[in-house]
């Protein structure tokens, strides 16, 4: 149900003209292996990884509509949650990126409920752990994954509450319930549980390095160094 093939990245890429770099499509297919609970996609500056949180949030989004073959929706199924510690860097940064790399026929965004409209179908819940009204709303939430993006500014407490809401099903089927982190690992919970204890408990670290972004300036790692 969540991206499950290098051919689907083959035709995701060649029906709205994208790229993956060969990172990216390793987190992908991590992610679409039963063992991968939560992944962290963690490194320096320049190495895609708001890119791959949004890219992973909308394909798995639309492998739920094709597996369920979800017809349009007067009140779109609410499936995931997009988030960084502060609601305002997340609307800044991260929805920009999504805006950036998210082709415009796939999605709308409702601004005034915090929602990505995904096909008609589906909605990704959006906002900031700043907020308690959105933090109230995982008391009541069913998800099949979160993304968390800067995630290493985020402590470990403020999580519970989003973890547990990962228990949606569709036609009483569950989802794959899948976390997804993009954090630079400092001294931080998330250098403990995914680095330290690499691939452990479901945990995977993959490490995203400027390098592995072939999209970047040729210059830009040199010029990091400055």
Not at 2 to 27: G, W
Not at 168 to 190: E, H
Not at 211 to 219: A, C, F, H, I, V
Request: aromatic share 14%; hydrophobic share 35%; with cysteine.
């Amino acid at each position: 149900m969540s991206p499950n093939s290098v051919s689907q990245f083959d035709y995701i890429a060649q029906k709205y003209e994208i790229s993956f770099t060969p990172k990216q499509l390793l987190a992908l297919w991590l992610l679409n292996q039963t063992y991968t609970e939560e992944l962290l996609y963690g490194g320096a500056k320049g190495g895609g990884k708001s890119v791959l949180l949004c890219r992973f949030a909308w394909l798995y989004c639309d492998a739920v509509i094709n597996h369920f073959n979800l017809p349009p929706l007067r009140n779109p199924i609410p499936i995931g949650f997009m988030g960084r510690l502060q609601g305002v860097d997340f609307f800044n940064t991260t929805l920009d990126t999504w805006k950036q790399y998210i082709p415009e026929s796939v999605y709308t965004i409702n601004y005034k409920n915090k929602e990505i409209i995904i096909n008609k179908r589906l909605k990704i819940h959006y906002g900031g752990l700043d907020n308690k009204k959105v933090v109230q709303k995982f008391n009541s939430a069913n998800y099949g994954f979160f993304c968390l993006d800067q995630a290493e500014e985020i402590e470990e407490e403020k999580l519970v509450e989003l973890k547990l809401s990962l228990r949606a099903t569709i036609k009483g089927q569950k989802l794959p319930y899948k976390g997804v982190y993009s954090a630079n690992p400092r001294d931080c919970y998330l250098k403990k549980e995914f680095v330290l204890n690499k691939n452990k408990n479901g945990r995977i670290y993959l490490p995203a390095l400027p390098s592995d972004n072939l999209y970047l300036p040729k210059n830009y790692v040199s010029r990091m160094e400055y």
